[in-house]
């Protein structure tokens, strides 16, 4: 005999390993890319780029240490490009000193000129970086609050995240301007790459017409708020993206009371025709669990397991797998006498470990009577069955099961003076069996049952012939009682009566099971849902049940299966996320102490928020928990530009400035910084936001929606902060005058 493993979920967490892994290389190599050509400068490329492996060994470390697996969720937050966005900072300011010094002095700098302008360039820009890195990781901070199902998925990710950008800021203090003051010898050129000439050949008239028209620049910053938060209103939402496990759950439910072997046999014709489904390699399932397991299920249930080939296994390796779910479907239709759900293994029991429901959605109806708790199922069902994207709708099984009843009759009782405790315990023995003893074998023992053979436990008529002791007569006879005919024995003396003249006997349906929740009764109509977001699907279910069934007085409904974990997720978000805006808010007014400056920078958030809702909207991506992390993620990256650019321009109105001469000169300054801080951090997670290997989907939302968010924070940051910057701050009391465009296109 030989063991086999039929189900291994290794196989699904070294698929989703592997696909993390490969978009931390790919988004790794798009990062140091950027860093090679926006520099311009190898060796400095070279410091910077250093950062990652570093960061990530740090990283690891830190998950050892705190017993954190290496998982999808885990590591499928970390953006090398957000990483090092202290660190690309720092190296830029070092090299832009470095060239204004030896172009200031007309020669290559010597070993002590060189560190002392590293360590002015880091000194002066480590106070904005420090700040923009230590927003970004307290942003996360509030994930960490999060309970649940949702704590458990998404608290690894934010411990990841915070051990990433801890061991970022700790290199990028130390390991950075050493690492560029060893390696950036001999001369740095001041000159631009082409890269840079065409993008600031780009930016100069659209930094002046910004400045010029600045009102309308805000007004139409504002509205594009406005406009994608009503876009967000309407949007669908889910708890999670569903993973794709690659095989299929079918749960065969068939009549309550259906026996084994009946049960058997239809499943194996199941199992028969599911095997002529070229895409499906082997089936299995499990029919009936014992009561005393972790979840039971009577004969009448069967859970399926169906193992999919490859996917180049398969005669059309680009065909969907909706596609052959629904094969599977219809395939499974055609044996009749049950019904089925179909799911995914590990979703199937995720969904019932949480909510008790192993569907999408359940609607739970309860109240006290089990006739009207069925009536009001049914009326729910017929409503829910017409929803858009509704699948698998079926009603729990509360009746349905035979049951032998055995009604006493208490005048005969009475009569014959029989107690009811007797014949009770009669039945229970006949019927149920009841231990009698104990039979030894070596060091095992095993109970003596007693009860009828099986031939007469089914049988009714048996069980109404079956004879009842009376106790003794005074002298008198009763007119039913029927004698013994054991010859001698004792107990032939006994008079005895048959079952049915004390009781009324009969088998009828009865409750299958009665499920209760927090003490009261309750009766499940459960859904899967396809094609359509779980959000707006159970809004819409809600608005038509409202209007469609009538709940009796007494009796309620409530909503279950992934959808309660959605709510419960969005409601405690809707209390972290302001606080993370809080708590970034605080952050940029101890870095800038100006509160016009902090309200400046944080404007970045909302106009950031639009990016990532729009391109939710262009992928048709719902929104989910795992897009909240992401605008999370994003509201702390989306400011660190813009305290770059304020700490600069704010350096130069110290110095003498003028606004319009601080704010071009700051703007263009940091163009560059700017760009690549961007570039890095959005390309960083491209390679998330196009995977299609396992696991992709969880990330997807939350790749798609940081870059989305990176790319128009950026045009907020060269184009709208400036211009928000000149309309509201103040020059010696006074508004300043309207700038006047010079002949280079530049605004004065």
């Known amino acids: 005999m030989t063991a086999r493993a039929i189900y291994d979920r290794t196989h699904l967490v070294e698929a989703t390993i592997a696909t993390v892994e490969k978009n931390l290389v790919e988004g790794a190599l798009l990062v140091i890319v950027i860093l090679f050509l926006i520099l311009g400068n190898f060796k400095a490329a070279i410091a910077t780029a250093f950062v990652i492996p570093l960061s990530m060994l740090f990283t690891v470390t830190g998950m050892f240490e705190n017993k954190v697996s290496a998982n999808l969720m885990s590591l499928g937050a970390i953006d090398f490009g957000i990483i090092i966005d202290g660190a690309v900072i720092i190296v830029e300011n070092c090299l832009r000193l470095l060239a204004h010094e030896q172009q ?49 998925m998404f608290t690894p990710m934010a411990l990841t995240v915070l051990m990433a950008l801890l061991g970022a800021s700790i290199l990028s203090m130390t390991f950075v301007p050493a690492a560029v003051a060893l390696l950036v010898t001999g001369r740095v050129s001041e000159k631009e790459n082409w890269f840079m000439r065409g993008s600031r050949r780009i930016y100069v008239p659209l930094l002046s017409k910004s400045i010029q028209h600045r009102g309308m620049i805000a007004f139409l910053a504002a509205f594009l708020v406005i406009v994608s938060g009503f876009a967000a209103s309407k949007m669908g939402g889910e708890f999670i993206p569903s993973l794709d496990e690659g095989d299929v759950a079918l749960q065969a439910i068939r009549i309550p009371g259906t026996s084994l072997t009946q049960s058997l046999e239809m499943q194996q014709m199941l199992e028969k025709r599911l095997l002529k489904i070229p895409e499906v390699k082997e089936t299995f399932a499990r029919t009936g669990v014992a009561e005393v397991a972790t979840d039971p299920m009577p004969p009448s249930i069967s859970d399926g397991y169906v193992m999919l080939k490859p996917r180049d296994q ?21 044996i009749a006498g049950s019904s089925y759900e179909l799911s995914q293994p590990i979703q199937l029991r995720f969904n019932e470990l949480i909510s008790g429901v192993r569907s999408d959605v359940g609607v739970k109806i309860f109240g006290d009577d089990l006739e009207v708790l069925a009536q009001v199922a049914a009326q729910v069902q017929a409503v829910i069955q017409n929803v858009q994207g509704a699948a698998d709708v079926k009603t729990e099984q509360i009746s349905g099961l035979p049951v032998l009843t055995v009604k006493l009759n208490r005048a005969a009782l009475s009569r014959y003076g029989i107690s009811v405790a007797d014949v009770q315990n009669l039945v229970e023995i006949a019927v149920g069996g009841k231990s009698a003893g104990l039979v030894f074998e070596g060091d095992r023992r095993f109970e003596l049952v007693v009860r009828l053979p099986e031939r007469l436990r089914t049988n009714l008529e048996a069980i109404k012939s079956l004879p009842i002791p009376l106790p003794p007569l005074d002298g008198q006879t009763k007119a039913m009682a029927t004698p013994a005919v054991w010859g001698n024995s004792p107990l032939a003396q006994i008079r005895y009566a048959p079952l049915s003249e004390l009781a009324q006997i009969d088998v009828a349906p009865g409750p299958n099971q009665i499920s209760r929740e927090d003490g009261k009764r309750r009766i499940v109509v459960s859904a899967n849902v396809r094609g359509r977001d779980l959000g707006s699907f159970v809004a819409d279910a809600q608005s038509q049940i409202a209007e469609k069934v009538k709940i009796p007085a007494g009796y309620w409904i409530g909503w279950g299966g992934q959808f309660e974990q959605l709510v419960s997720a969005t409601q405690r978000l809707t209390i972290v996320v302001p606080i993370a805006l809080l708590l970034i808010f605080l952050l940029l007014f101890m870095s800038l102490g100006s509160m016009p400056d902090a309200l400046l920078v944080f404007s970045g958030v909302p106009l950031a928020l639009t990016g990532g809702i729009l391109a939710l909207l262009l992928r048709g991506i719902p929104l989910s928990i795992s897009a909240g992390i992401g605008f999370i993620a994003l509201s702390g990256v989306a400011v660190l530009n813009g305290l770059v650019i304020i700490t600069f321009i704010e350096k130069l109105r110290s110095e003498g400035h003028a606004i319009i001469d601080a704010v071009r000169e700051g703007a263009l300054t940091r163009l560059r910084p700017v760009l690549m801080t961007a570039l890095v951090a959005s390309l960083g997670f491209v390679p998330m936001a196009i995977a299609t290997g396992a696991g992709a989907e969880v990330q997807r939302p939350l790749a798609t929606v940081v870059i989305g968010g990176i790319i128009s924070s950026t045009l907020l940051t060269l184009l709208v902060l400036p211009a928000l910057y000149v309309l509201f701050r103040r020059e010696n009391g006074e508004r300043s005058e309207a700038p006047q465009p010079t002949s280079n296109g530049v605004t004065t």
């Open 104 to 152: 200031k002095l007309g020669r290559v700098l010597k070993r002590e000129e060189r560190f002392a302008t590293i360590l002015e360039g880091s000194r002066e820009v480590i106070r904005p970086s420090l700040f923009g890195t230590l927003i970004i990781a307290v942003v996360y901070l509030p994930v960490l609050t999060l309970t649940g199902v949702e704590g458990k």
């Open 314 to 334: 398969w005669p059309d390796p680009k065909k969907p797998k909706n596609e052959v779910v629904k094969a599977i479907e219809e395939a499974a239709e055609e």
